[in-house]
């Protein structure tokens, strides 16, 4: 049987896709298939770290956070992205992983801390890590967070699983007309404002030399297809 291409990988998984089709929260049915996709990736020894986002539930910079104080409305935001950890790992639980919610954010009669040594030894036993809070700090993203959590646990990639199938010459959502690239470089995405992740995630990756894979969390199977090497999503390069 082929081998999967990555020992570890860090997921970023989106929160907004969690909604599925309602306007907002978190859709049963979407967020227990995203979890089957996975399982099915664990189940192949893949150790795997996730950072949820939490779009579905709270940005700090949305019209709902108006006239609020930013980085009390990123708190917010970051609290959104405990929940959406806590019904993650549940729902892992339910479908027979065995996950861990680490929180960046002290707040622990809910999820233990995030503690460095204790994610690896629990990415060794082949424990599903969550990493819930983002960075702990405002103005931040879960992106962001996703480089920095990548490059604290070596890991050997940054999977962004979003709502659309890789990185685009403009919104695909806005423009009709936006092409999507097979892959591009660092520095081409942060000159081009491609937002699909922030300049931040970029160039911490950049400099890290961690490769980061955006592709669809909404097609089946393309998680797998990742995971396998297989030709899906775009790849972001140094
Ligand atoms: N050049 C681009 N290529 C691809 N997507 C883009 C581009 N520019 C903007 N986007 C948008 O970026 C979105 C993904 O980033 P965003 O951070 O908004 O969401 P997410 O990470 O999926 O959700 P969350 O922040 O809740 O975890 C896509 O859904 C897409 O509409
Ligand atoms: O390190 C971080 C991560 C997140 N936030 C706040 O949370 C929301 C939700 O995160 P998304 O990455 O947008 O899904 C974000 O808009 C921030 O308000 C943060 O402050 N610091």
Redesign the pocket.
Known sequence: MTKPAYQRVLL???????MGDDPFGINRATIERMVADVAEVSKLGVELAVV?????IF?GVAPGAQGMDRATADYMGMLA?VMNALALADAMRQQGITARVMSAIGIEQVVEPYVRPKALQYLEEGKVVVFAAGTGNPFF???TAAALRGSEISAEIVL?????D?????????DPH?T??EQISFDE?IA?H?????ATAFALCRDQKLPIK?FS?VKPGALKRVIMGEDEG?LVHV
């Open positions: 970023k998984l989106s929160g907004e896709a969690l949820i986002g939490g779009g579905n940005r992205t993203t879960t992106d962004k699983a979003t709502k659309v890789g990185v685009y010459t403009a919104d695909p959502k806005k936006a999507r690239y995405a081009k491609l937002q699909v992740m922030d955006v969390i775009t």
